[in-house]
């Protein structure tokens, strides 16, 4: 199955959020055709940071959308961004 690589910017609603717990929370909300590959807490501003985070998903209709919803649903993110997509891997 052909899957997609998503890089997406997700931004805590507190400053001093545990990005390690909000990041874990994401994990666990996934369904079984999705995995945060990996994650990176980047500095924004004024000891800000936001988590860049790594999904692949496997291309079927809806999937973009309905990641999209997992994440608009956990607590204690503001908001996100996608970043990059891309196909990761090609069926021969």
Partial sequence: MVQ??????IYPEKAD?????????????????MKLRKYEKIPLAFGIHYLKCEFVINEVDGALDELEKL???IDGISQYETINQS????DI
């Fill in 17 to 33: 959020a545990d990005l390690n717990n909000l990041a874990r929370d994401i994990a666990i909300s996934l369904r079984s055709n």
């Fill in 87 to 90: 196909r990761l891997s090609v």
């Fill in 71 to 73: 994440i608009n649903s």
């Fill in 4 to 9: 997609i690589l998503l890089i997406m910017k």
